[in-house]
């Protein structure tokens, strides 16, 4: 199994060392990669922000990857759900990718362009909804390999 998380932070809240902790439990089942982008700070209106932003998440999406754009509207799952979406997708593909976006969102074109994924109605700081987003993927790959972690 190979997993990607893209990313698109500052950096803000330092919680580097807990995503870095959930990446080296989850080599026990998959290769998980992490990439994070640093937005541009610009004067430039949201459109171009996010045509660039489009462009540089998608240098970034491995080949024959199916992709989740995380968004406030998109599909949410339970733990176990998200396992089971999991297992389904390594029937069609050998990689999953999960973007996170930046504050402003992402460009509606890339939103079209892929399946949407909810980690909540909230809104989260980028830090966080990635630790979240982090833990459920080790979450779910324990509940695919009858670990006790989810228990």
Same mark, same amino acid.
């Given at each position: $199994?190979?997993?990607?998380?893209?990313? $698109?932070?500052?950096?803000?809240? #330092?919680?580097?060392? =807990?995503?870095?902790? &959930? #990446?080296?439990?989850?080599? %026990? /089942?998959?290769?998980?990669? +992490?990439?994070?982008?640093?937005?541009?700070?610009?004067?430039?209106?949201?459109?171009?922000?996010? @045509?660039?932003?489009?462009?540089?998440?998608?240098?970034?999406?491995?080949?024959?990857?199916?992709? /989740?754009? +995380?968004?406030?509207?998109?599909? $949410?799952?339970?733990?176990?759900?998200?396992?089971?979406?999991? @297992?389904?997708?390594?029937?069609?593909?050998?990689?999953?990718?999960?973007?996170?976006?930046?504050? &402003?969102?992402?460009?509606?074109?890339?939103?079209?362009?892929?399946? %949407?994924?909810?980690?909540?109605? $909230?809104?989260?700081? =980028?830090?966080?909804? =990635?630790?979240?987003?982090?833990?459920?993927? /080790?979450?779910?790959?324990?509940?695919?390999?009858?670990?006790? /972690?989810?228990?």
């Amino acid at each position: $199994m190979n997993l990607t998380i893209i990313s $698109m932070s500052t950096g803000g809240l #330092k919680l580097q060392s =807990h995503i870095d902790e &959930y #990446k080296k439990r989850s080599k %026990t /089942y998959a290769k998980l990669n +992490c990439i994070n982008i640093i937005p541009k700070k610009a004067k430039e209106s949201v459109a171009v922000l996010q @045509e660039k932003d489009k462009i540089a998440i998608l240098k970034h999406i491995p080949k024959q990857s199916l992709v /989740y754009l +995380c968004d406030e509207h998109g599909t $949410m799952h339970t733990s176990t759900g998200l396992s089971q979406q999991i @297992e389904k997708d390594f029937l069609l593909t050998s990689h999953i990718t999960w973007v996170i976006g930046p504050a &402003y969102g992402l460009s509606k074109a890339l939103l079209a362009q892929h399946k %949407t994924f909810s980690l909540s109605r $909230m809104t989260l700081q =980028h830090e966080i909804a =990635h630790l979240v987003l982090i833990e459920q993927i /080790y979450r779910a790959l324990t509940i695919i390999h009858q670990h006790p /972690y989810h228990r």
